[in-house]
């Protein structure tokens, strides 16, 4: 994305020579201007309150409730810059764990709240790789019956065969990512990329 903002804290990301807890900063700082992003996308309904001088002032508020679906582990590192802008959003979780020879993801773990048909649901995963994970987070929010018009999917860095599955399974979820890359390689990892995500914002290498 063509954001220098944007651009100094992927950079930070992609660097193997940054240590966790600086890859954590910049993940954590990236995941509140995507939050901006995403809100461009968010409805919202004109309202009128009063100000302290006793003047009406128009503004708005949220139309829907907003669900946020963190994809296990790494969609938990942002979840909690949405967090701190949607504090009443519901959460729900969906885990899912690559094989690393086939890069098929298997789902292990699902739990998430009541949805409403018109709540916004925002599903949160840092690498959009295969597109695989995203997809079967998708199938499983649809298949709630959520409208695909009511999802948005965030992510940090997007390969181009991942967002083509989305895009070609999902054509009306909108995605929201820092920057897109080219290919994967032969292990299915997004390159140039950053790594493992999980692993250089957990400390788990
Ligand atoms: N998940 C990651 O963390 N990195 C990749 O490159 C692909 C999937």
Same mark, same amino acid.
Not at 121 to 145: N, Q
């Given at each position: 994305m063509d954001d220098k903002l944007i651009q100094l804290l992927t950079t930070k990301l992609r660097d193997k020579n940054t240590p966790m807890a600086e890859f954590r900063a910049a993940a954590d700082k990236l995941a509140l201007v995507l939050v901006h992003q995403a809100a461009q996308f968010l409805h919202v309904k004109q309202i009128t309150v009063t100000t302290p001088l006793e003047q009406s002032a128009q503004g708005t508020e949220l139309r829907e409730n907003i669900v946020l679906v963190p994809i296990l582990r790494s969609g938990l590192a942002l979840l909690p810059a949405f967090l701190q802008y949607f504090p009443h959003a519901r959460v729900g979780f969906v885990g899912l764990k690559r094989d690393?020879?086939? %890069?098929i993801a298997h789902l292990y773990y699902k739990k998430l709240p009541p949805?409403? %048909?018109?709540d916004q649901v925002l599903v949160l995963d840092p690498m959009i790789a295969t597109g695989g994970s995203g997809a079967s987070t998708l199938k499983i929010v649809t298949e709630l019956g959520i409208r695909q018009e009511q999802i948005i999917f965030i992510g940090v860095i997007a390969a181009t065969p991942g967002i083509e599955e989305i895009n070609h399974e999902f054509p009306h979820v909108k995605v929201i990512v820092a920057c897109r890359d080219q290919k994967l390689n032969a292990a299915k990892y997004i390159v140039p990329g950053l790594g493992d995500f999980g692993d250089r914002y957990f400390g788990s290498e």
């Amino acid at each position: 994305m063509d954001d220098k903002l944007i651009q100094l804290l992927t950079t930070k990301l992609r660097d193997k020579n940054t240590p966790m807890a600086e890859f954590r900063a910049a993940a954590d700082k990236l995941a509140l201007v995507l939050v901006h992003q995403a809100a461009q996308f968010l409805h919202v309904k004109q309202i009128t309150v009063t100000t302290p001088l006793e003047q009406s002032a128009q503004g708005t508020e949220l139309r829907e409730n907003i669900v946020l679906v963190p994809i296990l582990r790494s969609g938990l590192a942002l979840l909690p810059a949405f967090l701190q802008y949607f504090p009443h959003a519901r959460v729900g979780f969906v885990g899912l764990k690559r094989d690393e020879k086939t %890069a098929i993801a298997h789902l292990y773990y699902k739990k998430l709240p009541p949805i409403k %048909a018109e709540d916004q649901v925002l599903v949160l995963d840092p690498m959009i790789a295969t597109g695989g994970s995203g997809a079967s987070t998708l199938k499983i929010v649809t298949e709630l019956g959520i409208r695909q018009e009511q999802i948005i999917f965030i992510g940090v860095i997007a390969a181009t065969p991942g967002i083509e599955e989305i895009n070609h399974e999902f054509p009306h979820v909108k995605v929201i990512v820092a920057c897109r890359d080219q290919k994967l390689n032969a292990a299915k990892y997004i390159v140039p990329g950053l790594g493992d995500f999980g692993d250089r914002y957990f400390g788990s290498e």
